[in-house]
């Protein structure tokens, strides 16, 4: 749904229905001006993580819902159980930084 989304294409082929797979949407913080999300590459690392987008801007404004109204970005991760993509979740959450000012 979110590849559709945004416009990108996906394929039957891509897809694993029998893969346990789950979504972390990171929410903001904090009120402010997001000056940073660190980390992203040893989180990206964690083994099990399938994607990991941020999307907003570094310098725009953020407030954490329900006053804001959208999350920092997704992480994605599939595994061979979903016990495991709950790990691979957890573990790349707390490798990220977010730097709100």
Same mark, same amino acid.
């Given at each position: 749904?979110?590849?559709?989304?945004?416009?990108?294409?996906?394929?039957?082929?891509?897809?694993?229905?029998?893969?346990?797979?789950?979504?972390?949407?990171?929410?903001?913080?904090?009120?402010?001006?997001? !000056?940073?999300?660190? /980390?992203? $590459?040893? *989180? =990206? @690392?964690?083994?099990?993580?399938?994607?990991?987008?941020?999307?907003?801007?570094?310098?725009?404004?953020?407030?954490?819902?329900?006053?804001?109204?959208?999350?920092?970005?997704?992480?994605?991760?599939?595994?061979?159980? !979903?016990?495991?993509? /709950?790990? $691979?979740? *957890? =573990? @790349?959450?707390?490798?990220?930084?977010?730097?709100?000012?």
């Amino acid at each position: 749904m979110l590849a559709n989304a945004l416009g990108q294409r996906t394929t039957a082929a891509s897809q694993e229905p029998n893969r346990p797979s789950g979504v972390f949407m990171i929410p903001v913080p904090r009120p402010g001006m997001l !000056q940073a999300v660190e /980390g992203r $590459a040893g *989180a =990206a @690392a964690v083994p099990g993580i399938t994607g990991l987008m941020i999307t907003i801007p570094i310098g725009q404004r953020v407030r954490p819902l329900p006053e804001g109204d959208r999350y920092l970005g997704f992480i994605f991760a599939g595994a061979g159980t !979903q016990e495991e993509v /709950g790990k $691979a979740l *957890a =573990a @790349a959450r707390e490798r990220l930084r977010i730097v709100i000012r």
